[in-house]
């Protein structure tokens, strides 16, 4: 797995995504260079704003959304070295795995559980093992069901909803068994309660993202 995230970073150079710099091994212990991004993660500004009970402008959840989905169309479009699709899906979008910096950029990073092409003797579905966040997974990662570049959609979608909130989490239970429940069914009310001042194109777009069945989201993240 560690090598594999190393030849699918090698291959995506845009500006919303995380840059590979180098990899190899040291000493017997491999590593990754990795660009450095000044600045913290998504997660950690979300759970600042929910502590100060403070809610981000909308210009400016709006430009992350932009910028992240910019990043993953990235990763969805990479190809190998003969321009042939390596079909990529991150499986692992999240706010922690979205970077900012002091900048002002917005960047996509860890494909360390990343499904692609190079996986020639993967299996299709995830083997009854789930990969990813808890609260960041789609229904389909919770059900089993095979995933494709709609998955990572979805998981936008989350955190499209959760900067909307001003970093409230969207599927809430007292036990891991509950998120899960919400997240199978796509019991996004918490969203759609608070969602009525949001302009009706965002809310109807972030409600497309979070549908329970990927042929009822967007067929591209662009």
């Not at 699918?8 to 590593?31: D, K």
Request: hydrophobic share 45%; with cysteine.
């Amino acid at each position: 797995r560690f090598e594999q995230e190393a030849r699918l970073a090698s291959s995506i150079r845009h500006p919303n995504v995380v840059q590979m710099l180098g990899f190899g091994e040291s000493g017997g212990q491999p590593y990754l260079a990795l660009e450095y991004v000044r600045g913290c993660d998504l997660w950690r500004l979300l759970r600042w704003v929910q502590h100060q009970g403070l809610g981000l402008p909308l210009e400016t959840c709006v430009y992350v959304i932009r910028e992240i989905l910019k990043g993953l169309a990235a990763v969805h479009d990479a190809r190998d070295a003969e321009g042939a699709p390596l079909g990529v899906i991150h499986r692992d979008v999240s706010p922690s795995n979205v970077l900012l910096s002091v900048h002002g950029d917005v960047k996509l990073g860890d494909l360390g559980i990343a499904q692609s092409h190079l996986q020639s003797h993967a299996p299709a579905r995830a083997s009854g093992r789930r990969m990813g966040k808890l609260g960041y997974l789609a229904p389909e990662q919770v059900t089993g069901a095979t995933l494709d570049a709609r998955t990572d959609l979805f998981a936008v979608g989350v955190i499209s909803a959760e900067l909307l909130m001003g970093g409230k989490p969207l599927f809430r239970g007292g036990s891991e068994l509950a998120i899960l429940l919400a997240i199978r069914d796509a019991n996004i009310d918490q969203f759609t309660a608070t969602a009525q001042s949001l302009p009706t194109p965002l809310r109807a777009f972030v409600v497309q993202l979070l549908a329970a069945s990927p042929d009822a989201r967007p067929s591209s993240d662009r």
